[in-house]
C-alpha cells in the first residue's frame, strides 16, 4: 500500500507541473483555439468530418493539392496505387435512401474516389452511437458500384463498432483511431505544409483542438508519467492499480451516484437508485421524485444496456413498474421536451442521451474515462442538476403530466 501511496503522489506531482505548464502556455496565448472559442471542439458534422474531407481533398483550398492524401495512403494502405490526379473527396456522401430491411443507403462521412475504381470510405465516429447495419450499408454500396474499397472505422480511440453496425457479417474494415493514427498523420501534415503558414498553424490548431478533447498531456509531461509508473520500484505498483482498475471505476460511479443525493435535497426531491447502475447491470436507472408534485412520476436516469451503442439516458417516466399508465389520445396532447429519441408511453416527454455540454459528450458512456473524470470533477452533477432536474421542475412537467394522467 505505501508504494502505491508513493506511486500516486508521484504522478500526482507530474500532473500539478503539467497543468503549470498549461496555464504558462494559456498566458502566452499558445493555448489560443478557434475550435473552442466556436464551441466546435467535439462536432462531428461541423469540425471534424468536414476539415479532414478537406486537408485530403486535392483540390482543397490549403493549396498543396494531393500531398496529405498521398500522406495517408502512405500510413494506413501501404501507398497502395491510386490516381491522385482523378481523385475526388466528399464528405456527408449520399448513397440513396435506406432500404426497407436497412441493407443500403444512408450518407458516408468520408468517400474518396478516383476514375480507376479505388475508393476509401470513413466512417467518423466521435460520439456519435452505431447505426443498425451502418458500415454493411458502405461495404455494400462498394460492392453493387463494383469499387475496389478500404473501409475505415474511425474513433476516438480506435474501437471497435457494434455488432449491429456490421449487420452480425464477416465485412472487411480497419479501425483507426485520433489518438494514435490521425495524430500521426496530421503531425506528418504539419510537416509537409511547412512552408504554408496559414494552412500549417490552422492544422497545429487543429492538433491542440483534438489533444484537449483526448485529454493529451504535453510530451514531456507524458513521457515522465510513463517513466515513473514504469520504473523498476514502481512498476508493481502500477500494475496492482491496473489489475484494480475495475473496482476502482466502479467505486467512482458509487461515490458520483451517492453525489446526486445532496442535488435532489437542494431541489426539494426524493432520491433512489438500483446499486447494478454503479457495476454497469441492465436494466438500472437513478430517479428523482417529489410525491406533492406528482405520486407516479419522476425524472429518470439510467440505461437498458450499456454497450458501444446504448448508454445512459434521461427523462420523465412512471415510479413503478408495470402497465403504462399513459394511453395515445393522452401522449398525442403531450409536446416533447426532450426531442433526440421519440416520446413512448414510458417516457411520454420524450428522452435523450446523456451527453454533456453542447450535446458533445460521450456522458452516457460510464466506462469512458472522460465521463469518469467528470463525475469526479463536479461537472456531470451541475449538469444533471441545471439541464435536467432544474428545468423539469420550472417548466412544472411533473404536475403537468400528473394531471393529464388523472383524467
Not at 421519440?342 to 458512456?365: I, K, M
Amino acid at each position: 500500500m505505501d508504494k502505491i501511496i508513493s506511486l500516486l503522489n508521484r504522478t500526482k506531482l507530474v500532473t500539478y507541473r503539467a497543468n503549470t505548464i498549461f496555464l504558462e502556455k494559456e498566458k502566452r496565448g499558445e493555448n489560443f483555439n478557434i475550435f473552442e472559442i466556436l464551441k466546435l471542439r467535439q462536432d462531428e458534422t461541423k469540425l471534424h468530418t468536414p476539415f479532414l474531407a478537406e486537408l485530403l481533398s486535392p483540390n482543397g483550398s490549403h493549396g498543396l493539392k494531393e500531398l496529405f492524401l498521398r500522406a495517408f495512403i502512405e500510413k494506413f494502405l501501404n501507398n497502395i496505387y491510386f490516381d491522385y490526379k482523378s481523385a475526388s473527396v466528399k464528405s456527408e456522401f449520399n448513397i440513396g435512401y435506406k432500404s426497407e430491411e436497412c441493407t443500403k443507403g444512408g450518407r458516408i462521412d468520408i468517400f474518396i474516389s478516383d476514375e480507376q475504381g479505388n475508393a476509401i470510405i470513413i466512417e467518423n465516429k466521435i460520439y456519435a452511437c452505431d447505426q443498425q447495419n451502418q458500415l454493411l450499408r458502405y461495404y455494400n454500396y462498394a460492392k453493387d458500384e463494383k469499387l475496389n474499397a478500404y473501409l475505415f472505422y474511425l474513433t476516438l480511440d480506435g474501437c471497435l463498432p457494434h455488432k449491429k453496425s456490421t449487420g452480425n457479417k464477416d465485412i472487411a474494415y480497419e479501425c483507426i483511431s485520433y489518438r494514435k493514427d490521425i495524430l500521426g498523420w496530421l503531425d506528418r501534415c504539419v510537416e509537409l505544409s511547412a512552408c504554408f503558414p496559414i494552412v500549417r498553424e490552422t492544422i497545429r490548431q487543429y492538433i491542440t483542438n483534438l489533444k484537449m478533447l483526448l485529454n493529451i498531456m504535453d510530451t514531456d509531461s507524458l513521457n515522465e508519467i510513463v517513466k515513473v509508473t514504469t520504473s523498476k520500484e514502481n512498476i508493481e505498483a502500477t500494475l496492482d492499480i491496473i489489475s484494480n482498475q475495475w473496482n476502482i471505476m466502479t467505486q467512482i460511479r458509487k461515490n458520483f451516484v451517492l453525489s446526486l443525493e445532496e442535488i435532489a435535497g437542494r431541489n426539494n426531491l426524493m432520491f433512489g437508485y438500483d446499486e447494478g447502475i454503479c457495476f454497469l447491470e441492465k436494466e438500472c436507472y437513478i430517479w428523482f421524485y417529489n410525491p406533492k408534485l406528482s405520486d407516479k412520476w419522476g425524472i429518470y436516469i439510467g440505461a437498458d444496456k450499456h454497450n458501444a451503442s446504448n448508454g445512459v439516458f434521461y427523462g420523465i417516466s412512471q415510479l413503478e413498474y408495470g402497465k403504462p399508465r399513459i394511453n395515445k389520445k393522452q401522449l398525442a396532447e403531450i409536446d416533447s421536451f426532450w426531442n433526440e429519441q421519440e416520446q413512448t408511453s414510458d417516457f411520454p416527454f420524450g428522452w435523450a442521451y446523456l451527453r454533456g455540454e453542447n450535446g458533445q459528450g460521450n456522458w452516457w458512456n460510464w466506462s469512458d474515462i472522460d465521463s469518469l473524470k467528470d463525475m469526479s470533477n463536479g461537472k456531470m452533477g451541475d449538469y444533471i442538476e441545471n439541464e435536467i432536474i432544474k428545468p423539469v421542475l420550472s417548466n412544472r412537467l411533473l404536475q403537468k403530466i400528473d394531471k393529464l394522467t388523472k383524467k
